[in-house]
């Protein structure tokens, strides 16, 4: 089963809210990264937190980190429509170098 | 600031034809990766590459697969026989440690069209 499993929902919101998205994993992991993708492009690297961390802030970036539940979350706060995006957690486990992704969550910033 | 740089960004290659991904990673990164994501799918690890070496590789990167660094800055994907599955965006990434430890960086991507 695949690791990284984002919560599948498509999110649309207003300019100004905040935008939630959520991602649960299945065995022990090394970190957890959130990388944004714009439509057709490359995967950018948000935030990266460690599996001693439970919250980490990067900008309008929030994210926790919950390892007794498996599951991460991602917070944009104050949404612009740049934010307009997919959104991917992928988890390191370890033992191993390779990420994980999730499917995904497109996020939708209406001006 | 750096970055990971893909070329060519479209390729439209026939069936049963040989493809080279060319890719060049972060100067200083030791670690080198592909990843592949079919329309509408996951993004899903093909292999890491330490080195000169694979260091590990998934189930999906079979004997059609190859992988190269021909030079000090470039890092290739070579698929033998292209099948119309194989079209995909496939992903060149690096990181200055093992993928499990640090951030990885990826590059915009080359999409692959298997006709």
């Known amino acids: 089963s695949q690791q990284g499993e984002e919560d599948p929902q498509a999110l649309s919101i207003q300019e100004g809210e905040n935008a939630t998205m959520n991602c649960s994993y299945k065995?022990?992991?090394?970190?957890l990264q959130w990388y944004r993708q714009n439509s057709g492009r490359g995967l950018v690297h948000l935030i990266l937190?460690?599996?001693?961390?439970r919250e980490k802030h990067s900008g309008r970036l929030r994210v926790t980190l919950d390892t007794s539940k498996k599951s991460s979350s991602l917070l944009i706060t104050a949404s612009r429509a740049a934010d307009t995006a997919s959104y991917f957690c992928a988890t390191a486990p370890y033992g191993n170098n390779r990420l994980a992704f999730g499917k995904g969550n497109q996020v939708v910033v209406i001006p | 600031e750096p970055e990971v740089t893909q070329t060519p960004s479209h390729q439209v290659t026939q069936m049963g034809q040989e493809v080279i991904l060319r890719c060049v990673p972060i100067?200083?990164?030791?670690?080198f990766y592909w990843y592949r994501q079919i329309l509408g799918q996951k993004v899903e690890f093909l292999v890491s590459?330490?080195?000169?070496?694979?260091?590990?590789k998934s189930e999906i990167f079979d004997d059609q697969f190859s992988v190269e660094r021909p030079d000090g800055s470039n890092f290739t994907l070579k698929i033998r026989s292209t099948k119309l599955e194989d079209s995909a965006m496939y992903f060149c990434a690096s990181s200055e440690k093992t993928g499990g430890n640090t951030e990885a960086f990826f590059g915009q991507g080359t999409r692959l069209t298997v006709v």
């Open positions: 590459f330490y080195n000169n070496e694979i260091s590990e």
């Open positions: 937190i460690r599996s001693n961390e």
């Open positions: 100067s200083n990164h030791l670690y």
């Open positions: 065995t022990s992991i090394n970190n």
